[in-house]
DNA sequence: CGACGCTACCCAAACGTTTGGGGCAATCGT
DNA sequence: ACGATTGCCCCAAACGTTTGGGTAGCGTCG
């Protein structure tokens, strides 16, 4: 019982054949540039081999393209979770990008685990990919170093590491976009939600927060956390259950922020009122919370269309030219008296 | 400027040289099953092979492998959006298991919209995958037949179309788990936020719900509305409008219940004291929100996983075997009193 | 009228595998 | 002692492309 009943795919020697000339000249005209295929037939033959490679329904074998021409239009891309909608996010732009360059992905997650990163960038290199983006950077360095001496084309994105080449948001900018909002409000104990103490993201965020409040001449508790609600829950109830109780608090990601709601509820406050929360990239959700979320808007697609455009021109030879998209700080009611 | 200093992978053949055999030879150790090894080269040899193997670090080439063997051990995954967060944990779940098979995927986005749905399998197709998962079959299964005639091995996950194999969750058991809270609950006036008019996950969810009001001699009014928390919400307003106050809504998914709760809330009710809500797909947000939402567990990661698998058994030859996983209702606040 | 340059092709090698079919010792069975 | 079997290995073709290098026929020019 054979399975795959229908015809093998047309190769170029089928359409060769019928069309009377050789594979070589139909590969020129098929795939090669416009100069290439004048050169390679007259306007007739040019016309026959088009019209039989429609009729045979003619797609190009990409193993044996990629096998003879050693590239293999094959993008990896590694993120931390795919589950994560701002990773997600910043993946559909990627892959946007990508196909419009005749490039494909694959996707992979690092649950930014070293171990797994390493393997997985090895996996990807054993499938030949002609270049990596990289959302789960830790700002270390170490890993990205590690590949960037295997000579491997790479951008990250999201979150930038060394003096590699990246695409990401001003998270220095939106943290003290927040900052200033929270001033402007007269909020003078604050704390901040820091997020994973090795991401970019997150300690840029703190930064840009954190100087701001410093030339305000206040000095801001951190608290560490992980990206999601969970984390944003703990971290809360630790800024609430120090000294001077935060009337505003600022998470470095929604999910965070949405926890830390939470947390101020758990604490018999009201968020938002007792307690203002901002939170950071302003997905979906933040707007439809039963108490809309203040947030940072971060442009996560655009970034991942950014990113993938850089690797395409970093993989054509040109010098790799790093950029930073501006955020913008979306006011809602969590942080409206 | 040669970007890629480094030294240009492995081949067999430099293995072979190396170790002083051929490169059929050199295949056959490395590559072959435990039994062809054995009869392939000695002892020894074999350990020198490997040895060498190691020692410069070869991979097999992917593209020569694939054009040879005619098998890409690729698998194209298409869904409607990935940073839906159900289909994107789906899609881990896939991920998983096609990496325990040493096969690769790429997914891409459809948006449910059937000439994106075309376009990108055709792209899978055109990439030799050498089978595919559907995310996003509509019920009216015309571009699943499409597929189907076309002698593509595929399977569906999470909606289910016409006959073909599919791993799905028993919505309908889940609607009626939902119906019977509600009705425990005693309430009466209820409405259904029934998600997209072609999915199956809605229509199943809907009419098990539905089926067991109408056991209990009780008429629901059921409103379509799309799979986010914007249609949710729009849904819910609709509902709320109608003759008689609804004192309990299901939305077929978590994010349109979530919208709901924001409806309820704009029209002045308390959501969970004067209007009950529950949702579908117990996302990890569901136990997070400021109310927490009463939802039906669907076993996201296992269905990608399981789907995987029964495609892999499709490819292996076996007659394809539909699958129906389990739900599990998790009351919250949102529906208690 | 021979050299030259086009145009429109074709030839063949190469990319790195897999795999069916040998071959040639050494060993075994009788 | 002789043929058959086994263990270990090599040869070569094929998968579908791309690409550097022909070359046959024809017109042009000095």
């Known amino acids: 019982m054979k399975r795959q009943g229908g015809k093998k795919p047309a190769t170029l020697r089928m359409v060769a054949e019928s069309a009377g000339v050789d594979v070589s000249t139909v590969s020129r005209v098929l795939n090669g540039p416009p100069d290439e295929v004048s050169r390679a ?7 026959a081999i088009r019209e039989w490679a429609a009729r045979l329904d003619y797609r190009p074998n990409p193993h044996a393209k990629s096998l ?6 094959l993008i990896g891309v590694l993120v931390p979770r795919l589950s994560d909608v ?59 170093d590690e590949i960037a001496a295997r000579n491997v084309p790479f951008v990250l994105v999201s979150r930038h590491a060394g003096d590699h080449p990246s695409v990401t948001c001003d998270d220095y900018l939106g943290g003290k976009l927040v900052a200033e909002h929270f001033l402007e409000l007269g909020h003078e104990q604050v704390g901040v939600i820091a997020g994973e103490p090795f991401a970019s993201t997150g300690i840029d965020r703190t930064a840009g927060f954190v100087d701001r409040y410093r030339e305000a001449g206040i000095d801001v508790p951190v608290v560490h956390s992980a990206f999601d609600t969970a984390g944003g829950h703990r971290a809360a109830e630790k800024l609430l259950q120090q000294g001077a109780r935060p009337t505003a608090m600022f998470a470095v990601n929604d999910f965070a922020a949405i926890g830390a709601m939470g947390a101020v509820r758990d604490a018999g406050l009201r968020p938002g009122e007792d307690v203002a ?12 919370l039963p ?29 790799p030219r790093s950029e930073r998209l501006a955020p913008k700080l979306v006011v809602r009611a969590s942080t409206r008296p």
């Open 291 to 319: 108490l809309p979320l203040t947030s940072v808007r971060s442009p996560m697609h655009e970034m991942g269309k950014r990113a993938l455009e850089v690797l395409v021109a970093i993989l054509g030879g040109q010098e």
């Open 68 to 73: 003879r021409t050693a590239r293999s239009n």
């Open 41 to 47: 037939a007259s306007r007739e033959t040019v016309k």
């Open 86 to 144: 701002v990773l997600a996010t910043i993946y559909e732009g990627i892959e946007d990008a990508a196909a419009r360059h005749g490039l494909a992905t694959f996707v992979m997650n690092s649950h930014d685990r070293p171990e797994k990163q390493r393997a997985r960038t090895d996996l990807a290199l054993s499938r030949r990919v002609d270049g990596l983006v990289l959302g789960d950077a830790h700002s270390d360095a170490q890993l990205v």
């Open 277 to 288: 929360v901002a939170g950071f990239n302003d997905i979906p959700l933040a707007a439809e």
